[in-house]
C-alpha cells in the first residue's frame, strides 16, 4: 500500500513539474518572441550552412588586394582590327522598280546588269579582355571579341604588345583561344566553378571603355542563368550557363577574369544585361567549367568537339495549358520536360520521349534547361550520360550515349568542321546528270540546314549545284574542304537547274 502511494506521489510530482516547465516555457517563448521570432533560436538552414550560433566566428573582413595583385598580370587588353571589305553577290531577290524600267521594259535594274551588285563594310575597329592560361602564351577569350578580325594585337599589363593568332572559337559556346609567341608569362590557375555558392565574393578584371586594367568587386547572385543573349547571336543551339554577379562589367570587359577570393578563374565575363548597354546591375561570366572543356577541345582538336543529347526543354510552369494543347504535350508532374525529340537521338535511342520530366543527368538535379545545357556542354560525342526522369508519374532512369552534330559518335576532325560550317547535306552530282548539263562534276546542295552560312548569310535554295568553289571546279565534298582550305572566305558558284544563270555566293565561315 504504501509503495502504491509512493508511486502515485512521485507520478504526481513528475507531471507537476513537466507542467510548470511546460508553462514557464510557453511564458518565456510568448516574452522572448518578436514579429514572429524566438530570440537566441537558429533554424535549421543556418546550421547546415555551418553558422552554429551567436558565439561562431563570423567571416573575415573582405580584402581583395592579394587576389587582384595575383590576377592583374595574367589579364590582357585585346584590340582587332577588320579590314574594310567588298562584297558583290548575285543573290536571287526581289528588286525595286527604278525609274530605268519604265526605259527598258526590264524587272532588273540596269545599272546592276553593267556593274553588278556591290556593298562596302568599312574597316572596323574593336577591343577587349583575354585571361593568360598558360606560360607559353595561350589566351582564352570571347568568340565576339576576336571574330572575324584580319589583326589581334594583345597588350600586356606591362605594357608590351604582341601580334595574336587565332587557334579557335566557337560562337554557340561564345569562346576563343589565340596565341602570341612568348615564354614564362603570369597565367591564371583554373578554378572549379561547380563549386561556386551563391552570395560568395568574386572579382572580375577587364579592360572597360579602353581604360588601363580595372578591378571590380562583387557577389554570386544567380547561377546557371540564360539571358538569351548567345541565342540571338549564335543560334538556338548555343549554350548559355552564366554566373550572373553584381561585379561592374562595361563594354570591354568581355573576354576578362572573373575570381574567387583565392585568385582562382571561375569565369570568363561575357555580358551585361542592360537597356543602355552600359553596366546596370548585373553582369555574365561564363563558368570556367565549361572554359576548360572548349580550350582543351581547341588546342587538342581545332575544333569543340560538343555531345548533343537531341531534345529541347522548357519548364512545366512556363508552359500555359494553351500552348501545351498546341503542341499536342502529355506529361504529368512538375519539372524540366521534353518539348522536343529528335529522330535517332541520344536520347531518342535511350528511350526518352517527349513528354517525359527530366529529375536528374548524372546524379544532378536539374529544373531548367540552362542547367541541362551546362551538363552536356561539357561532354564529348561518345561520352555516355545517366538520365533520371519520370513518366506518368513513374521514375525511371536510363542512359544516354552522346552524338556529334552530324549524329555519329565520333570526334569531328577539323577538316570535317569546314563542312558543318556550311550546314548543308552535301552529295556528289550524277555523271549523267553532269552531262546532261553540261559540266564535268558537281556537288548537290540537298538540303540548306538552320544554323549554317549556306542559310545565314545566303538565299540558297534546296538542289542548287555547285561546281565552283573559291574559283576551283569541285566534283566531291573532298574537292570543296580542299578548295577552302585554311580560309575563312567562301566564294560558292552553281545553277539551280531549270533557271537560267549562275548564282555567285559570297560568306564567312566563323
Do not use: C
Not at 571603355?209 to 557577389?219: F, R
Not at 574542304?481 to 566563323?510: C, H, M, Q, R
Amino acid at each position: 500500500m504504501k509503495i502504491k502511494q509512493v508511486l502515485f506521489t512521485v507520478l504526481i510530482s513528475g507531471l507537476t513539474t513537466l507542467g510548470i516547465i511546460w508553462g514557464y516555457g510557453k511564458m518565456v517563448k510568448k516574452n522572448n518572441t518578436y514579429a514572429g521570432q524566438e530570440n537566441g533560436i537558429l533554424p535549421s538552414n543556418y546550421k547546415q550552412a555551418g553558422f552554429f550560433g551567436n558565439d561562431a566566428t563570423p567571416p573575415p573582413t573582405a580584402d581583395f588586394t592579394v587576389p587582384a595583385q595575383m590576377a592583374i598580370p595574367t589579364v590582357v587588353h585585346i584590340k582587332t582590327k577588320t579590314n574594310a571589305r567588298q562584297l558583290s553577290n548575285s543573290l536571287p531577290q526581289k528588286r525595286q522598280r527604278t525609274p530605268f524600267d519604265d526605259f527598258f521594259g526590264n524587272d532588273d535594274n540596269i545599272l546592276e546588269q553593267f556593274f553588278g551588285r556591290s556593298n562596302v563594310v568599312p574597316e572596323q575597329r574593336a577591343s577587349g579582355s583575354g585571361v593568360i592560361i598558360s606560360e607559353d602564351g595561350y589566351i582564352v577569350t570571347n568568340n565576339h571579341v576576336i571574330d572575324k578580325a584580319d589583326e589581334v594585337v594583345v597588350t600586356l599589363s606591362n605594357k608590351k604588345s604582341y601580334k595574336a593568332k587565332v587557334v579557335g572559337g566557337d560562337p554557340s559556346y561564345d569562346l576563343a583561344v589565340i596565341k602570341i609567341e612568348a615564354t614564362k608569362l603570369p597565367f591564371l590557375v583554373y578554378g572549379n566553378s561547380d563549386e561556386v555558392k551563391i552570395g560568395q565574393w568574386v572579382l572580375a578584371l577587364g579592360y572597360p571603355l579602353d581604360l588601363e586594367a580595372t578591378v571590380t568587386a562583387g557577389i554570386v547572385s544567380a547561377k546557371a542563368r540564360s539571358i538569351g543573349l548567345n541565342v540571338e547571336k549564335a543560334g538556338p543551339t548555343s549554350i548559355e550557363s552564366y554566373i550572373q554577379t553584381d561585379a561592374a562589367v562595361n563594354k570591354g570587359n568581355s573576354g576578362g577574369a572573373l575570381i574567387n577570393t583565392e585568385g582562382k578563374l571561375i569565369g570568363i565575363n561575357s555580358a551585361i544585361y542592360s537597356p543602355t548597354g552600359f553596366y546596370s546591375g548585373y553582369s555574365y561570366a561564363i563558368p570556367v567549367n565549361i572554359t576548360k572543356k572548349v580550350v582543351d577541345d581547341i588546342m587538342r582538336y581545332g575544333n569543340v568537339q560538343r555531345g548533343y543529347l537531341g531534345v529541347r526543354t522548357a519548364n512545366t510552369g512556363d508552359i500555359s495549358e494553351e500552348e501545351r494543347k498546341a503542341m499536342g504535350l502529355v506529361f504529368k508532374g512538375d519539372g524540366l520536360v521534353i518539348t522536343e525529340l529528335q529522330r535517332e537521338s541520344a536520347a531518342a535511342e535511350a528511350g526518352i520521349k517527349r513528354g517525359d520530366i527530366l529529375r536528374k543527368v548524372n546524379n544532378e538535379d536539374i529544373t531548367s534547361s540552362s542547367e541541362l545545357q551546362e551538363i552536356v556542354g561539357k561532354l564529348k560525342p561518345g561520352d555516355k550520360i545517366s538520365i533520371v526522369y519520370s513518366r506518368d508519374g513513374k521514375e525511371m532512369t536510363t542512359s544516354a550515349t552522346l552524338k556529334n552534330k552530324i549524329g555519329s559518335f565520333d570526334i569531328v576532325k577539323d577538316e570535317n568542321n569546314v563542312l558543318l560550317k556550311l550546314g548543308a547535306d552535301l552529295v556528289a552530282l550524277d555523271a549523267k546528270k553532269a552531262k546532261e548539263y553540261g559540266i564535268t562534276g558537281g556537288v548537290v546542295v540537298k538540303k540548306v540546314k538552320q544554323g549554317g552560312a549556306f542559310s545565314n548569310q545566303t538565299r540558297m535554295k534546296d538542289n542548287f549545284i555547285i561546281f565552283k568553289v573559291n574559283g576551283t571546279e569541285v566534283k566531291t565534298t573532298d574537292d570543296i574542304k580542299t578548295a577552302i582550305g585554311s580560309g575563312n572566305t567562301v566564294s560558292v558558284s552553281g545553277f539551280y537547274p531549270g533557271y537560267d544563270g549562275v548564282y555567285e555566293y559570297e560568306l564567312e565561315l566563323e
